[in-house]
């Protein structure tokens, strides 16, 4: 083993024998942009809601639950996916998330919420995680839409104006922390703090 | 002999014209009739009426009678209650109050039906859209001609003359 490591640094130091450094240059370059299209384009295409629901897990589940819901039905015919809510929008912070999702691909494989029964028991925990995700970056994924600096509090309703310039306008408070389960439905929600 | 055997129409003209009677469309009687569904014949889908909007203005109502649930004076859309969670008393439980600012459901929501409190709300007490409910701006599909007791007894006294 230690052999081959050391053979293959050889012949990777030893400058190129057969081809020009045109086209080792050109063809390098060639090859990155495809190797780098193709990577994106399979990220995006995992960050489809088509993709989420592809497995019937999150399509008997979060998505049934959400239907009825303002983020996928409402007057004026603008929605959440799956992505938009679920997925950081930043480069960084994307890709970490996806590196997490090796973790759902897992549960996938040995069916780890295959039935409804399993996920309902599961539901907390997962909940829990999102909750948690959200608050740490002060509800990123909801403040993509929903920026309070463009947000009019004089045509909300009273209360909806009052909790909003007393929790959020002077930070103490994030979306989650009252906004929970808005999508989807909700777990047991004894011991959960503000139910 | 059986009293219902001899009800039964066994003659055959008399079948026939239950068999035509059956055939027919639908007879309406002449003077129409009252139905809270609209003059549509029930063969025929009528109309609906346009969804009504739900008042949500935040400001109490007046009660009809002393121990009328108060109605909600904002909008319920999705608002979950059941076995997992109670969305209505994520604001108006008692601990909930301070930092929501609404009102507190009333003490007999927390008493057993032996007049005993809990610490929690009454199981019995729970389901809260059985007695408070949303009000739309719909128009009454029926007149209503309810006076609250003050006005009863107002009228009363004016015609004793008192």
């Known amino acids: 083993m230690t052999a081959f490591l050391c053979r293959l640094w050889r012949t990777l130091r030893a400058p190129s024998v057969y081809f020009s450094l045109g086209t080792l240059v050109v063809g390098g370059f060639v090859a990155g942009v495809f190797f780098w299209g193709g990577f994106n384009t399979a990220l995006e295409a995992s960050n489809t809601e088509a993709f989420c629901i592809g497995c019937h897990e999150m399509r008997a589940n979060p998505y049934r639950e959400m239907q009825p819901t303002i983020h996928f039905t409402n007057a004026s015919g603008v929605r959440a996916t799956c992505p938009d809510c ?61 920026d309070f600096a463009y947000m009019d509090l004089t045509r909300q309703s009273p209360r909806a104006e009052d909790a909003h310039r007393r929790g959020l306008a002077d930070g103490d408070k994030t979306c989650i922390d009252c906004h929970k389960g808005i999508a989807h439905e909700l777990p047991d929600m004894s011991g959960v703090e503000g139910w | 002999m059986n009293p219902l055997k001899r009800t039964r129409p066994s003659s055959a003209p ?72 109670n969305k209505c008393l994520s604001c108006h439980s008692r601990r909930r109050v301070e930092e929501s600012q609404a009102p507190m459901v009333s003490v007999t929501h927390y008493m057993d039906r032996d007049g005993n409190f809990l610490a929690e709300v009454s199981p019995r007490r729970y389901f809260c859209g059985q007695c408070h409910v949303p009000q739309t701006d719909a128009r009454p599909l029926v007149d209503n001609t309810f006076e609250d007791v003050d006005s009863v007894l107002r009228r009363v006294r004016s015609q004793r003359g008192e």
């Not at chain 1, 039935?115 to 909801?142: G, H, P």
């Open chain 2, 14 to 85: 008399a079948s026939c014209v239950l068999v035509a009677a059956l055939l027919a469309s639908p007879v309406l009687p002449a003077a129409p009739f009252d139905s809270m569904r609209g003059q549509v014949p029930v063969d025929s889908e009528p109309q609906a009426p346009r969804m009504a909007n739900v008042e949500n203005r935040d400001l109490r109502r007046e009660r009809n009678y002393p121990m009328q649930p108060p109605t909600i004076p904002h909008k319920i859309d999705q608002y979950q209650v059941d076995l997992n969670t």
């Open chain 1, 86 to 146: 679920h997925v950081p929008h930043a480069w960084t912070d994307k890709i970490a998330r996806k590196m997490q999702a090796s973790k759902e691909v897992w549960g996938w494989l040995f069916g780890t919420i295959d039935t409804r029964e399993k996920f309902l028991d599961k539901r907390l925990e997962l909940a829990k995680r999102e909750w948690a995700r959200l608050k740490a970056n002060d509800s990123l994924e909801c403040r993509n839409c929903h």
